[in-house]
């Protein structure tokens, strides 16, 4: 596709979770080939727009539309979104007890390839797959055998999520504050997953609370989320002003 | 009563002088339950004097008894006067002719689950001769069983062929009058299996109700005995993956495991009964009585049970370890969907020093089921130093079902180490949304998130029945979320 065509554009997108509003008119262009980061104080609302738009039932969106690589977003399932192409990397990723990690893997890669139409993987080719990602991720084999997320650190679960980007590699990755809980190193391989993955037929939408992670993955745009709206956008440099400034004097402005 | 003792003695000189013998084949007892009918049951058998005697016991025992109404499980009263108990081993009259007659919705079952088609019309119950085209691989497997010098046949013929076992052994481990249903059982039992291996002797195969594909539909009153001599192992595989067509609603089952010193039993069991329709019409009454006992030194027997059928599952596979340094494990798998109800566990009671026992429970409930878990772990004065762990885990699909832990314990030694560890947890809408992130259909997540769940137990299974188990669960648990 063009690198001049919205990836995806959010228009009016309200939502709300148990009866309250948590998002009030977010208005996002996101071409294909960027990267955008999304910050904001707590409960602005950052991670539910990741969940929206990932399709989790219990969110529910009250107004506005979504398209995704020109299709209608809001109308799919959320395995039908994560088969077009739409990959969320969780804040807290859910352990699953028993289930081989290396088995969920390659079942949603090919859940992905049956939807495209492409042969699905057998366990000889996604073995060697998997294994040159992980070793890209520094990951150790022991990783392939344990039960998804289970019993790994913090740390191991984010970068768990990144192996999984880089597997199915998605046309937008959503990472939902994944350096949080991250030390320096752990930071540095995520921060390195992530750009290998960019592209000019990809996207990728950071929601952080920190600038420190804008310093190994540089985004094209920073957008502040306050109050459920995109209250102000900008350049790298926004993301600077913020950690020096705090987000008191978006909302005076407001006021 | 004694008019009826005399009813029976007449009944049975009667029947003799007529060669009642010859119309077996053909006839049922009428519904109801007495003396009378206890004798010719076993009369119909021509079964020797003991075990006639052994059954009026049971029954007279039986009719002392009041049934059990402490399990966590509702249904209406049974009308034990209003079955027939015995009944010719197959009824080709209302038995399908052909598969074209049989239920489409049990066939697409059968699909599914990827059992043979030859294997499906035995299954359905249709009554043609050509169903049995195994039965020459059933032969051959008999005579390597008997090259071992292992004994396996019906319980039926084991009575006529190897009375002094059959009357060493029965009863010896579940007594005729032990519980309500283990005294009707004993009272009116049609068949079932036998097993012996002699001493020091590995059973040379799985031993499985389906290589006695030619046997008699054993009805609803089984009764298994396997015994193991001193160093003998052998595995047994009860059951089918394939729900099994059947006109009984009650099943009252007993199953007796001896294991003599440094022997092994390992028992199996995949039962898949009718579990009535989603609105809990109809299905089977699963009233077990299971109970091995580890009666010499250093023996061990092992209990793993994948449950996904019946309307009420009541069973509780036990182990009484006798012997010292005997291992008694159990590892479960219960699943209940729609109106499905099952109160089941074991019991593991620690008599000889050193008894060491392993107790994994996994209750899976969806729809508006109710799943209980009921274990004892009693430990006696005499059990130096035995050990129990035991881990039960339960997981809820859905806002309707329940899940419940009974788990006693009775430690009469100061010895003893018992540890218990209990988890109950919603198949998370976190696990589910994560999977169908990642793309799954909400089917393969569900069935993933399971089968990761039960894993230690389908690891104890048999690799060839660990398989079918696994495709079993997702049939049981189909349209259960999403």
Same mark, same amino acid.
């Given at each position: 596709?063009?690198?001049n065509?919205?990836?995806?554009?959010i228009?009016?997108?309200?939502?709300?979770?148990?009866?309250?509003?948590?998002?009030?008119?977010?208005?996002?262009?996101?071409?294909?080939?960027?990267?955008?980061?999304?910050?904001g104080?707590?409960?602005?609302?950052?991670?539910?727009l990741?969940?929206?738009l990932?399709?989790?039932?219990?969110?529910?969106?009250?107004?506005g539309?979504?398209r *995704?690589d020109?299709?209608?977003?809001?109308?799919l399932?959320p395995?039908?979104?994560?088969?077009?192409?739409?990959f969320?990397?969780?804040?807290?990723?859910?352990e699953?007890?028993?289930?081989?990690?290396?088995?969920?893997?390659k079942?949603?890669?090919n859940?992905?390839?049956?939807?495209?139409?492409?042969?699905?993987?057998d366990?000889?080719? *996604?073995?060697?797959?998997?294994?040159?990602?992980?070793?890209?991720?520094?990951?150790?084999?022991?990783?392939?055998?344990?039960g998804?997320?289970?019993?790994?650190?913090?740390?191991?679960k984010?970068?768990?999520?990144?192996?999984?980007?880089?597997?199915l590699e998605?046309?937008?990755?959503?990472?939902?504050e994944?350096?949080?809980g991250?030390?320096?190193d752990?930071?540095?391989i995520?921060?390195?997953?992530v750009?290998?993955?960019?592209?000019?037929?990809?996207?990728?939408?950071?929601v952080?609370?920190?600038q420190?992670?804008?310093?190994?993955?540089v985004?094209?745009?920073?957008?502040?989320l306050v109050?459920?709206?995109?209250l102000k956008?900008?350049?790298?440099a926004?993301?600077?002003e913020?950690e020096h400034?705090?987000?008191?004097?978006l909302?005076?402005?407001?006021? | 009563m004694?008019?009826?003792?005399?009813?029976?003695a007449?009944l049975?000189?009667q029947?003799y002088?007529?060669?009642?013998?010859t119309?077996?084949?053909?006839?049922?007892?009428p519904?109801?339950?007495?003396?009378?009918?206890?004798?010719a049951?076993?009369?119909?058998?021509?079964?020797?004097?003991?075990?006639?005697?052994?059954?009026?016991?049971?029954?007279?025992?039986?009719?002392?008894?009041?049934e059990?109404?402490?399990?966590?499980?509702?249904?209406?009263?049974?009308d034990?006067q209003?079955?027939?108990?015995?009944?010719?081993?197959?009824?080709?009259?209302?038995a399908?002719?052909?598969?074209?007659?049989?239920?489409p919705?049990?066939?697409?079952?059968?699909?599914k689950?990827?059992?043979?088609l030859?294997?499906?019309?035995?299954?359905?119950?249709?009554a043609?001769?050509?169903?049995?085209?195994?039965?020459?691989?059933?032969?051959t497997f008999?005579d390597?069983?008997?090259k071992?010098g292992v004994i396996?046949?019906?319980?039926?013929?084991?009575?006529?062929?190897?009375?002094?076992?059959?009357?060493?052994y029965?009863?010896?481990?579940?007594?005729?009058?032990?519980?309500?249903?283990?005294?009707?059982?004993?009272?009116?039992?049609?068949d079932?299996s036998?097993?012996f291996?002699?001493?020091g002797?590995?059973?040379?195969?799985?031993?499985?109700?389906?290589?006695?594909?030619?046997?008699?539909?054993?009805?609803?009153?089984?009764?298994?005995?396997?015994?193991?001599?001193?160093g003998?192992?052998?595995?047994?595989?009860?059951g089918?993956?394939?729900?099994?067509?059947d006109?009984?609603?009650?099943?009252?089952?007993?199953?007796?495991l001896?294991?003599?010193?440094?022997?092994?039993?390992k028992?199996?069991?995949?039962?898949n009964?009718?579990?009535?329709?989603?609105?809990?019409?109809?299905?089977?009454?699963n009233?077990v009585?299971?109970?091995?006992?580890?009666?010499?030194r250093?023996s061990?027997?092992?209990?793993?049970?994948?449950?996904?059928?019946?309307?009420i599952?009541?069973?509780?596979?036990?182990?009484?370890?006798?012997?010292?340094?005997?291992v008694?494990?159990?590892y479960?798998?219960?699943?209940?969907?729609?109106?499905?109800?099952?109160?089941?566990?074991?019991?593991?009671?620690?008599?000889?020093?050193?008894?060491?026992?392993?107790i994994?429970?996994?209750?899976?409930?969806?729809?508006?089921?109710?799943?209980?878990?009921?274990?004892?772990?009693?430990?006696?004065?005499?059990?130096?130093?035995?050990?129990?762990?035991?881990?039960?885990?339960?997981?809820?699909?859905?806002?309707?079902?329940?899940?419940?832990?009974?788990p006693?314990?009775?430690?009469?030694n100061?010895?003893?180490?018992?540890?218990?560890?209990?988890?109950t947890?919603?198949?998370?809408?976190?696990?589910?949304f994560?999977?169908?992130?990642?793309?799954?259909?909400?089917?393969d997540?569900v069935?993933?998130?399971?089968?990761?769940?039960?894993?230690?137990?389908?690891?104890?299974?048999?690799m060839?029945?660990?398989?079918?188990?696994?495709?079993?669960?997702?049939?049981?648990?189909?349209?259960?979320v999403g």
């Open positions: 596709m063009s690198g065509m919205n990836l995806l554009d228009s009016q997108l309200s939502a709300r979770v148990a009866g309250k509003n948590i998002l009030n008119g977010i208005d996002l262009q996101v071409r294909a080939g960027e990267v955008h980061a999304i910050m104080p707590n409960g602005s609302g950052k991670s539910t990741a969940q929206v990932a399709g989790r039932a219990d969110y529910e969106v009250t107004g539309t979504v *995704f020109g299709r209608d977003l809001l109308a399932a395995e039908e979104r994560a088969r077009a192409g739409l969320l990397g969780f804040q807290y990723p859910v699953i007890p028993g289930v081989n990690n290396v088995y969920l893997l079942a949603a890669l859940a992905k390839r049956r939807a495209a139409g492409e042969p699905e993987f366990a000889y080719e *996604f073995l060697a797959l998997i294994k040159q990602k992980m070793k890209f991720m520094q990951m150790s084999e022991a990783f392939l055998t344990r998804v997320n289970e019993g790994f650190s913090g740390g191991e984010k970068r768990n999520e990144i192996l999984q980007m880089l597997v998605p046309k937008l990755a959503i990472l939902d994944t350096d949080s991250l030390d320096i752990a930071l540095k995520v921060s390195k997953g750009n290998s993955l960019r592209d000019a037929s990809r996207a990728v939408i950071l952080t609370h920190y420190r992670l804008l310093d190994y993955i985004p094209d745009q920073v957008h502040v109050g459920g709206r995109i956008s900008g350049d790298k926004l993301a600077l913020l400034r705090g987000y008191d004097w909302q005076e402005k407001v006021a | 004694s008019s009826k003792s005399q009813d029976v007449a049975i000189s029947k002088r007529h060669g009642f013998v119309d077996i084949e053909s006839d049922s007892l519904p109801g339950l007495d003396e009378g009918v206890v004798a049951i076993s009369l119909k058998k021509r079964e020797p004097r003991f075990l006639l005697d052994w059954r009026l016991q049971a029954f007279r025992h039986w009719k002392t008894l009041r059990p109404d402490w399990a966590h499980v509702h249904y209406t009263p049974i034990y209003d079955i027939s108990y015995y009944s010719a081993p197959r009824a080709p009259v209302d399908p002719k052909s598969l074209d007659e049989v239920d919705k049990l066939l697409a079952t059968y699909a689950l990827g059992i043979p030859h294997e499906r019309a035995r299954l359905a119950g249709v043609v001769d050509a169903v049995f085209d195994s039965v020459s691989v059933a032969t008999k390597k069983l008997a071992a396996f046949c019906s319980f039926s013929d084991a009575v006529l062929n190897h009375p002094e076992l059959v009357e060493r029965l009863g010896t481990v579940v007594p005729a009058g032990d519980n309500f249903f283990a005294a009707l059982n004993s009272a009116v039992f049609s079932g036998f097993v291996v002699p001493p002797v590995r059973c040379p195969m799985e031993l499985s109700t389906y290589f006695r594909i030619n046997a008699a539909k054993t009805g609803q009153f089984e009764r298994t005995l396997i015994v193991a001599a001193e003998a192992s052998v595995s047994y595989l009860e089918c993956t394939a729900p099994m067509r006109e009984n609603q009650l099943h009252a089952a007993v199953v007796e001896v294991a003599l010193d440094d022997a092994q039993i028992y199996s069991t995949v039962q009964w009718y579990p009535g329709d989603e609105n809990g019409v109809g299905g089977i009454y009233f009585t299971k109970r091995g006992e580890c009666r010499g250093n061990k027997i092992s209990w793993t049970q994948v449950e996904t059928g019946s309307a599952t009541w069973k509780y596979p036990s182990c009484v370890l006798k012997g010292d340094n005997s008694g494990e159990f479960s798998v219960a699943v209940t969907n729609h109106y499905q109800q099952a109160d089941t566990g074991t019991k593991m009671i620690h008599i000889g020093r050193n008894t060491k026992s392993t994994v429970s996994k209750g899976i409930s969806a729809g508006h089921a109710e799943n209980s878990y009921r274990g004892l772990v009693k430990i006696l004065p005499s059990a130096d130093g035995a050990r129990n762990f035991t881990q039960c885990d339960s997981l809820l699909m859905g806002g309707l079902c329940a899940a419940h832990t009974f006693y314990m009775e430690v009469r100061p010895s003893a180490t018992v540890e218990h560890e209990a988890s947890s919603k198949i998370g809408e976190d696990q589910l994560y999977c169908l992130q990642r793309g799954l259909s909400a089917e997540a069935n993933m998130i399971v089968s990761g769940f039960c894993k230690v137990v389908f690891k104890e299974l048999p060839e029945f660990a398989v079918e188990a696994q495709n079993l669960l997702s049939v049981s648990l189909e349209g259960a």
